[in-house]
């Protein structure tokens, strides 16, 4: 497919902003960043979800600023973004947020946003590479088989904070395109699907299947597994994602979304007991369970896989990291942390 041209801005020398810097995926782009040469990196964040521990490891380096500033007061981000050449904007509530504070969720997924393109366009930013997610494919009865880019929203069946989310990223998206329309904003649409790796949290719903596996295999208890464990998810690694952001920066491609999923989709039942197995503990496999209806869970209609074949035709990017590698590091990285803070 042919994609449209635009300003490819080289991470190499050039001033860029990460917008949720402090975020797990935020934290692992700005090191990509570093890594790949660029001359500043200002992590604008407002620090909400407690994300400093994620940034502690950039204090003292003279290419690195933190800014603790709020998407939604515009005037933060007119100055902090003068002079920047890219941003990632990753700041958002996710599912699980949405479902503690809804309005809270669509005033940074939504007015967030419209304030981030905002100002973009008043100091001439030339690239935006935003963060969206496979939920705007929807969860419920009408997900399944490949997602490509062209699937629809399904709303039906699924929990209101999970529909909430994924529409607020279909807003997010949008602004986007309605930028590029009017002004003209160059901008690339990543669609992260379940994210997991080093500073893993506790607010995606999916990846709750890892952290809480790894922490009940720690207690010495059997993990467990809702149904009867042969529901899909499809993860990506965090450093695969944080590649993919400077790519998308300095892709010629504009004007375009694009999933960038993991290698391969994972059963949960899959899932929970490699877990078990790289805790070095296969004995405890997984005890299936019924539903707790007081959570909210993110379901689909059957087997599912998240497309990412449009990544490589528009910016280049495939996945490199498989879930047995990545959740070696992941389980690594919790480990060293538990021990540190013992
Ligand atoms: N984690 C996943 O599984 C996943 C999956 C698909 C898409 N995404 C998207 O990727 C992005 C990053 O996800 P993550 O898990 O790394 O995020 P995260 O939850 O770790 O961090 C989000 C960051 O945004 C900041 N933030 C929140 N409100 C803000 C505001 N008003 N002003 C400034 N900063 C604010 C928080 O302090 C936090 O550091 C999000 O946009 C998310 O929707 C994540």
């Known amino acids: ?14 001033k860029l902003m990460v917008i949720g810097g402090a975020s797990l995926v935020g934290s692992a782009t700005v090191d990509e960043m570093l890594a790949r040469g660029a001359e500043q990196v200002i ?32 005037h ?32 940074v997924n939504v007015r967030g946003v419209q304030n981030v393109l905002e100002a973009c366009r008043s100091n001439k930013v ?35 904070a999970a529909i909430l989310y994924g529409a607020s990223k279909i807003m997010g998206e949008q602004l986007c395109r309605d930028a590029f329309r009017k002004h003209g904003q160059d901008y690339v649409v990543l669609r992260f699907s379940t994210v997991y790796g080093e500073r893993q949290h506790y607010r995606a719903a999916n990846a709750l299947y890892i952290v809480e596996t790894h922490d009940a295999i720690k207690r010495g208890e059997r993990p ?19 590649r993919a952001c400077c790519m998308a920066i300095e892709a010629p491609s504009t004007d375009v979304a694009v999933n960038t999923s993991g290698p391969e989709p994972i059963t949960t039942l ?9 805790s070095g503990r296969p004995d405890l496999q997984a005890e299936l369970v019924e539903p707790d209806p ?49």
């Open 270 to 278: 899959q899932l929970v007991n490699l877990v078990a197995e790289l």
């Open 1 to 14: 497919m042919a994609h449209k041209a635009s300003a490819a801005v080289p991470v190499k020398g050039s």
């Open 76 to 107: 933060q981000l007119l100055a902090a973004t003068e002079g920047v050449d890219a941003i990632v904007h990753l700041a958002a509530y996710m599912t699980l947020n949405f479902d503690r504070d809804p309005w809270g969720g669509i005033d």
């Open 294 to 342: 007081t959570k909210v869970r993110l379901t689909s209609g059957g087997a599912f896989e998240i497309v990412h074949k449009a990544a490589k035709d528009a910016i280049g990017w495939e996945p490199q990291v498989t879930m047995r590698e990545g959740l070696g590091r992941l389980l690594a990285w919790r480990d060293a942390e538990a021990k540190r803070n013992a």
């Open 126 to 160: 030339k690239k935006l590479v935003f963060s969206s997610s496979n939920a705007v494919y929807g969860y419920g009865p009408g997900v399944k088989g490949d997602l490509v880019e062209g699937v629809p929203f399904h709303s039906e069946g699924a929990p209101p």
């Open 224 to 242: 467990k597994v809702i149904g009867d464990g042969s529901e899909t998810k499809h993860f990506v690694y965090v450093g695969d994602l944080a």
């Open 43 to 74: 992590i604008f964040d407002n620090l909400s979800f407690g994300g400093q521990p994620n940034i502690a490891h950039l204090e003292g380096n003279p290419k690195v600023k933190v800014v603790q500033g709020d998407i939604l007061k515009l």
